[in-house]
């Protein structure tokens, strides 16, 4: 079951979280003085669910309220993007339940504090954000890793939080350091699972703890680059231009299936159209294999260092 403590603060996602859940990822605060921005906590949602769902659907969601079942793991309620509630299925895994909360929950969180989430990794690269999205399998959290071993830091892996200064510039906001890699991308990058925690008991995809190269601070976003899988075998690099733009950030955001019940759309396109026309896009077609993670990075930095000089 669900670990819960004595209300402790932790810092992620750029905010301060009040947490009666324990919540082993995220680095804990020492300065307790400011007010927390959310609250976790775990409360009984059955009723409401059941009052509130209709047969076989998993979600309710309304402009400031979004509640979603998973069985066999927990029913979950996010609103006004300063609470998130719990309840745990009996005999669910914590590991499991977690997962969801840090993921499609914090999610639909910033979402409702009006932030652009990309599905993907971002880098600090020369001070600059970088994010790299692409598909499930496409090698997002791989080609990150690959950066790191090259002396690079990660922002975020799998949810890439994006605000706008006053003055409208785009900005990266650090989620918290940790990677989730699969076996395969842990053998080809030469690094050991040994005393790695799976995700989930009994799958081979591992958290990677990041605390030594994790910038802990908001970067400004220079570009975006879309990893694609194809049957070719060479990388080839091209701009995404015109409209295309616009799709893809849309395609690539995360959850993009709550923008519309939660009356979103009009701000995302909004907020998307004022985004391209500060950063570059690209969009990367790799072979299904070999193992490219290590060409990629040199093929990135390059068009990073050519487009500095005339960007």
């Known amino acids: 079951m669900l670990q819960t403590v004595q209300k402790v603060v932790y810092k992620g996602f750029g905010l301060k979280i009040l947490s009666e859940i324990s919540l082993p990822e995220l680095p804990k605060v020492s300065n307790q003085e400011d007010r927390e921005d959310i609250i976790f906590k775990v409360a009984d949602l059955s009723g409401g669910w059941a009052e509130l769902a209709e047969p076989n659907r998993y979600f309710v969601i309304n402009e400031n ?7 066999n793991v927990a029913i979950y309620s996010i609103q006004n993007g ?6 745990p299925m009996e005999g669910s895994n914590e590991d499991q339940v977690r997962l969801y909360l840090l993921g499609t ?16 990794s971002a880098i600090q690269i ?3 954000a970088y994010a790299i999205v692409g ?8 080609l990150a890793s690959a950066f790191l071993q090259k002396g690079y830091q990660l922002i975020s892996d799998d949810i890439i939080p994006v605000s706008c200064t006053k003055g409208n510039r785009p900005i990266v906001i650090p989620t918290y350091p940790q990677q989730k890699l699969w076996q395969e991308s842990l053998d080809a990058l030469g690094v050991a699972s040994n005393n790695l925690r799976p995700i989930v008991e009994r799958e081979t995809k591992f958290a990677v ?22 049957e070719n ?10 409209l295309h733009r616009l799709h893809k950030l849309f395609y690539h955001t995360y959850r993009n299936f709550l923008l519309a019940p939660c009356g979103l759309l009009e701000w995302h396109f909004s907020f998307t159209a004022n ?33 500095e000089k005339v960007w």
């Open 105 to 120: 929950c914090m999610g639909a969180l910033l979402m409702q504090r009006k932030n652009l989430l990309l599905h993907g």
């Open 275 to 307: 985004l391209v026309n500060n950063i570059q896009l690209f969009q990367i077609r790799r072979p299904n294999s070999p193992f490219t993670a290590n060409e990629l990075t040199g093929l990135i930095l390059s068009t990073i260092n050519e487009g």
């Open 135 to 142: 598909d499930s399998g496409a090698g997002k959290s791989t």
């Open 65 to 71: 309220f979004i509640m979603f079942h998973i069985p």
């Open 126 to 128: 020369n001070g600059k």
């Open 82 to 87: 300063n609470r998130i509630s719990i309840s």
């Open 233 to 242: 075998e060479n990388i080839h690099i091209e701009p995404i231009k015109n």
């Open 209 to 230: 703890p990041v605390n030594s190269q994790f910038a802990n601070r908001h970067l400004p976003l220079a570009g975006v680059f879309e990893l694609v899988k194809t």
